[in-house]
């Protein structure tokens, strides 16, 4: 059973950046995708970025292209969110995601594809 661990979220201006960080017990050679969600007050989670750990093929939401960056640290067991630029609209309560079954990555957007997820970190971008 993995867990995973996110941190580095908090409250900034508009324009400043911020990196989360996630950080999962377990194998890194059991992990196939990891992923960044985030749910803002009142909304349905949606998908921010994603990573598959081997071979570093990204995937991002056509809202943060451009701004963040997903990484991964295999020595580190850890995924991070870069985040720049950032913008109101940004505020919410980011969640990493992880899936160790190896599957293709057709549906690596959607929720449903990730079977292990954190605790979520709150980022609160004021105007």
């Given at each position: 059973q993995m867990q995973l661990v996110e941190s580095g979220g908090g409250s900034v201006q508009?324009?400043?950046?911020?990196?989360?960080?996630?950080?999962?017990?377990?194998?890194?050679?059991?992990?196939?995708?990891?992923?960044w969600f985030r749910m803002a007050p009142g909304a349905n989670r949606e998908f921010v970025a994603a990573i598959v750990w081997t071979?570093?093929?990204?995937?991002?939401?056509?809202?943060?292209?451009?701004?963040?960056?997903?990484?991964?640290?295999?020595?580190?067991?850890?995924?991070?969110?870069?985040?720049?630029?950032?913008?109101p609209e940004d505020t919410a309560n980011y969640y990493c995601a992880g899936d160790n079954r190896g599957r293709t990555t057709d549906y690596i957007t959607l929720e449903s594809y990730y079977y292990f997820w954190g605790q979520g970190t709150q980022v609160t971008v004021s105007s």
């Open positions: 508009t324009g400043d950046s911020m990196r989360l960080s996630c950080v999962f017990s377990g194998r890194t050679s059991d992990m196939y995708a990891m992923a071979g570093c093929n990204t995937f991002y939401a056509d809202s943060v292209k451009g701004r963040f960056t997903i990484s991964r640290d295999t020595a580190k067991s850890t995924v991070y969110l870069q985040m720049n630029s950032l913008k």
